[in-house]
């Protein structure tokens, strides 16, 4: 099975680790098994839009397959401790820190969002559109990553090698 020193690197527009966008669904079984939860969304009459949702819960982590890619992976979420960005823990960072090891990193496209989730909470996001990063943030503190891979123009995703 998969050790965690495998997985913990978020490399923007690629993956995390071993796992990489694009990878089937059955590629990522090879590396972490079968998910505990899978959640499927399907919408009505759209076509290619159909998502499926792996959760793994150990390891936390969730990953997304959608049909428009022919369920290939374009998304994933964490909020391990384990997780590393440019070498460094992200979760529990502060939002202060966070911006300053995104702009140390190269990373100067940053805004401060809040939204609204389905609860009708007002949850706060630091958003990287051209690295595909969110980082969601609980008062000051990074909880959870969430990106996918990055585009060559509007409709084209530069698949990783």
Do not use: C
């Amino acid at each position: 099975m998969t050790k965690e020193h495998e997985i913990k690197e978020i490399i923007p527009g690629t993956g995390l680790g071993i796992i990489k966008f694009g990878m089937t669904k059955d590629q990522l079984k090879l590396i972490l098994g079968n998910p505990d939860e899978v959640e499927s969304d399907l919408t009505d009459g759209i076509e290619d839009e159909d998502t499926e949702s792996w959760h793994y819960d150990q390891l936390q982590l969730s990953v997304q397959f959608s049909e428009s890619t022919d369920f290939r992976l374009v998304s994933i979420a964490t909020s391990a401790e384990f997780a590393e960005f440019n070498g460094e823990q992200i979760i529990g960072m502060k939002s202060s820190e966070l911006k300053k090891h995104l702009n140390k990193a190269g990373i100067h496209d940053i805004l401060a969002e809040q939204i609204e989730d389905e609860e009708a909470d007002k949850v706060d996001i630091i958003v990287s559109d051209e690295n595909g990063l969110n980082f969601w943030m609980e008062g000051e503190e990074v909880t959870e990553v969430q990106w996918i891979p990055l585009l060559e123009d509007e409709e084209t995703i530069a698949w990783p090698e």
